[in-house]
Each structure stands twice: as C-alpha cells, then as structure tokens.
C-alpha cells in the first residue's frame, strides 16, 4: 500500500477504538466513523507493518446498523465516536470486542457466557469534565469538550449523553470556570449538582445508601450501571465464607467496602489518592475495616511472611492499565479462593487474565456493564476463581 491510495471496500467490525476495521491488500485497515456492512471509499493515511489507518472519502453502501447521530457537534467532538451506530449494535461490538482480546491477548480457550447489560443511551452520564475555551474576553461561560483531533475546544451549549440536569446547566450558561482553572469536573445525578467550581462536597444515593463525595476525586460517571454491578457483587459474595477478611483495592471512595461490610466480619480498604480516603473513611465506618493509606505495591510488600493475613475476596478496580505488575504477580501466585475484577480496559484486562489463569484461577463469570454508550469504552466484571486451599500472600 501506499500513502494516499485510494481503495474501496466493506467494513468487517469495530476496533477496540471503535473505528472500523476492514481488509486490503490482506492487511487489516482502520477507518473512523464507519459501521459494520459499510461499503465505503478511503484513503491510505498511515502504513504500518501489520496494520494501515485510512480516512473516509464517501460511504457508497450503509451497513444495516448505520443511524444519524443526533448530536450537532458529532465528528467534531472527541466525547463520542459511537453515535453513527444504532444501540443494539454498539453492544453486539464492544461484547465481540472484549471476547476476542480474552481469547487472542489473554490464551483463554473457553470463555463462560457473557453477560451484557445494556444503559440508558442518553443522558446517562453523571460525571463530565469540561474545558476552558481562550477568549481574548476571559468569558467564563465560554465551555466545551476536546475535540476528536487536535488540541482545540469545541464550544458546547448542550450535550446529549449527559445528566439531564448537567444539560440543564449548559443550556442556561449555569456553569462558569474559574479564571486560574483551564478545565474543571461536575458531577449531577437526581437532586445532587456539585462542581468544582462551586460545590464540592456532598453525597449520592446508591442502592438507599448515602456516599460522600468530590466531583474532583474520581467516581463512577454512570450511577444506574454502578448499581448494577454493586448489586451483581453481593450475589457473588454470598457463597464466600464471611469469617474470611476481604480487601478493596484502589477502593476509591469506599462504595464497595460500603456494600460488603455487610457480609465479611473484616474489610482492608486500600487506596493512595489521600483524598478519595478521606472520603472512604467517612462512607465506611466500622470497626472491622482497615485502611491502607498507600499503593497496592506498598500493600503487597507489607503482607510479605505475615501468615495471619488470610484473605477470602478481593476486588480490585484498578486504572485502565490494569494491575500493576507486582500485583497481578502476586495475586497469580497466592492470591485469594475468589477476585472480582472489574476492568476498564479489555485489552490490560486480557493480559492480567493470562497471568491470573496461568497461576492457578479460572475465569468463571464475565459481565459487560455498558457504562459509556455512544463511546468505545467497555467496562467489565471478571470472577477469578480457585478450588481447594485458602491461600495467602507470601
């Protein structure tokens, strides 16, 4: 191939990224805003060893899941890539996804049947992020999101995807950025509105429980599938033995623990961002929890010989690397009976699998919680599994 040629040819699926993927010349092509079963004309952008990227001159032939977006801004903004897809196959795709990199990155050669949840396509986001577009006039009204390509701000008077009473405050000029400040986070969801340029604090309901939190420290940004993966997690625990302590790592702001205090007589909250557990701290509060201060590396080294610390679960909620090496080593080598990992990252949560699955755990229920429509992201549940001992780190 070379740069600039011109090819046509149909689209197969969707990439990780959420870009089309199609074949040409027997190498693999990725193109933006195209869909399944779009025959389309590009044209060779970059050409790479295995792999080439294309930009999209003319569609000839929609697929069949090909929609109109219905956000203006679409193609321009980077907050969506999905918009052009029809919602039934946004998760046909992001499902085929996240098996293919458990089966190609992490060498699984049965997957247990995947569970799909689907959201809300709209107005589901609680948390957003917003940038300060420069104006020689300092307008603090003048907000947008990053645009897809470049560096630029695209200025917003509304968003689709985001909490009614989020659109609400854009649409009337409600949100103001503070001058020293070039982006700041908001967090909306029923009667709580908290900004960081402005109301910081205040707390969330979640399953009839009250959480403190910090539109800066980060949360969940879709409350209804936070739900439902809190709610899929106290079923999984209820075959665990109570008497065994747990651990919640990168535990946030605590909602987990919050949850499953309820079952286990003791709970090791571990979490570096001092301001997530400060937070934690004040949403967990009981006698048998425990918290730890510092990195899950620190915390690996600290139970190194202490034969005492026997854990029964841990869920782990990890940034969208996946678990830090030293972890992911650890926990492959003497981690606990059951691990509840959710993941943000198909690809990091792939390769932490082969580790885990190598070590000893089966993979025994995968769950796909579709948190971020419109968007590539795919957020999962994986339960790791082992037969037999208990056992500790070491």
Same mark, same amino acid.
């Given at each position: 191939m070379?740069?600039?040629?011109?090819?046509?040819?149909?689209?197969? #699926?969707?990439?990780? /990224? %959420?870009?089309?993927?199609?074949?040409?010349?027997?190498?693999?092509?990725?193109i933006?805003?195209?869909?399944?079963?779009?025959?389309?004309? %590009?044209?060779?952008?970059?050409d790479?060893?295995?792999?080439?990227?294309? $930009?999209?001159?003319?569609?000839?032939?929609?697929?069949?899941?090909?929609?109109?977006?219905?956000?203006?801004?679409?193609?321009?903004?980077?907050?969506?890539?999905?918009q052009h897809?029809?919602?039934?196959?946004?998760?046909?795709?992001?499902?085929?996804?996240?098996? $293919? #990199?458990l089966?190609?990155?992490?060498?699984?050669?049965?997957?247990?049947?995947?569970?799909?949840?689907?959201? *809300?396509?709209?107005?589901?986001?609680?948390?957003?992020?917003f940038?300060?577009?420069?104006s020689?006039?300092?307008?603090?009204?003048?907000?947008?999101?990053?645009?897809?390509? &470049?560096?630029?701000?695209?200025?917003?008077? $509304?968003?689709?995807?985001?909490?009614? &009473?989020?659109r609400?405050a854009?649409?009337?000029?409600?949100?103001?950025?503070?001058?020293?400040?070039?982006?700041f986070?908001?967090?909306?969801? &029923? *009667?709580?509105?908290?900004?960081?340029?402005?109301?910081?604090?205040?707390?969330?309901?979640?399953?009839?429980?009250?959480?403190?939190?910090?539109?800066?420290?980060?949360?969940?940004?879709n409350?209804?599938?936070?739900?439902?993966?809190?709610? $899929?997690?106290?079923?999984?625990?209820?075959?665990?033995?109570?008497?065994?302590?747990?651990?919640?790592?990168?535990?946030?702001?605590?909602?987990?623990? /919050?949850?499953?205090?309820?079952?286990?007589?003791?709970?090791?909250?571990?979490?570096?961002?001092?301001?997530?557990?400060?937070?934690?701290?004040?949403?967990?509060?009981?006698?048998?929890?425990?918290?730890?201060?510092?990195?899950?590396d620190?915390?690996?080294?600290?139970?190194? &010989?202490?034969?005492?610390?026997?854990? %029964?679960?841990?869920?782990?909620?990890?940034?969208?690397?996946?678990?830090?090496?030293?972890?992911?080593?650890?926990?492959?080598?003497?981690?606990?009976?059951?691990?509840?990992?959710l993941?943000?990252?198909?690809?990091?949560?792939?390769?932490?699998?082969?580790?885990?699955?190598?070590? /000893?755990?089966?993979?025994?229920?995968l #769950?796909l919680?579709?948190?971020?429509?419109?968007?590539?992201?795919?957020?999962?549940?994986?339960?790791?599994?082992?037969?037999?001992?208990?056992?500790?780190?070491?």
């Amino acid at each position: 191939m070379r740069i600039g040629e011109i090819f046509t040819a149909s689209v197969e #699926r969707l990439g990780t /990224g %959420g870009a089309g993927v199609l074949h040409y010349q027997g190498q693999r092509v990725f193109i933006d805003n195209t869909a399944p079963g779009d025959v389309i004309i %590009g044209r060779i952008r970059e050409d790479r060893k295995n792999w080439a990227l294309a $930009d999209l001159l003319e569609i000839i032939e929609p697929g069949p899941n090909r929609i109109s977006p219905i956000c203006p801004q679409y193609g321009v903004c980077g907050g969506c890539s999905l918009q052009h897809l029809d919602y039934p196959c946004q998760l046909a795709e992001k499902s085929a996804v996240l098996q $293919d #990199r458990l089966l190609r990155i992490g060498g699984l050669s049965v997957l247990p049947k995947l569970t799909v949840y689907g959201s *809300q396509p709209f107005e589901y986001r609680n948390r957003v992020q917003f940038h300060r577009i420069q104006s020689p006039r300092q307008d603090q009204s003048a907000l947008g999101f990053k645009a897809r390509k &470049g560096d630029a701000v695209i200025p917003l008077t $509304d968003c689709p995807i985001a909490d009614p &009473g989020i659109r609400l405050a854009l649409r009337e000029k409600q949100l103001a950025l503070p001058l020293e400040k070039d982006r700041f986070t908001v967090y909306a969801r &029923g *009667q709580t509105f908290l900004s960081e340029a402005g109301t910081r604090r205040g707390t969330v309901s979640l399953h009839n429980r009250e959480f403190f939190l910090d539109p800066g420290v980060f949360f969940q940004s879709n409350g209804s599938m936070l739900e439902k993966v809190i709610q $899929d997690l106290l079923e999984f625990v209820k075959s665990l033995d109570p008497e065994l302590p747990a651990a919640d790592l990168y535990c946030g702001v605590g909602v987990f623990a /919050g949850f499953l205090q309820t079952h286990f007589s003791k709970i090791t909250l571990v979490e570096q961002n001092k301001t997530a557990l400060t937070l934690a701290r004040e949403n967990v509060r009981s006698k048998a929890i425990q918290y730890a201060p510092i990195s899950t590396d620190q915390w690996v080294k600290t139970l190194a &010989g202490k034969d005492s610390m026997l854990y %029964g679960f841990i869920i782990a909620d990890p940034p969208r690397q996946g678990l830090s090496p030293l972890l992911c080593s650890q926990l492959a080598q003497a981690g606990p009976p059951a691990l509840a990992y959710l993941s943000c990252d198909p690809s990091a949560l792939a390769r932490d699998a082969r580790a885990l699955t190598k070590g /000893g755990y089966t993979l025994t229920d995968l #769950r796909l919680y579709d948190f971020y429509p419109q968007t590539p992201h795919i957020e999962t549940l994986a339960l790791f599994e082992r037969e037999g001992i208990h056992y500790v780190y070491s």
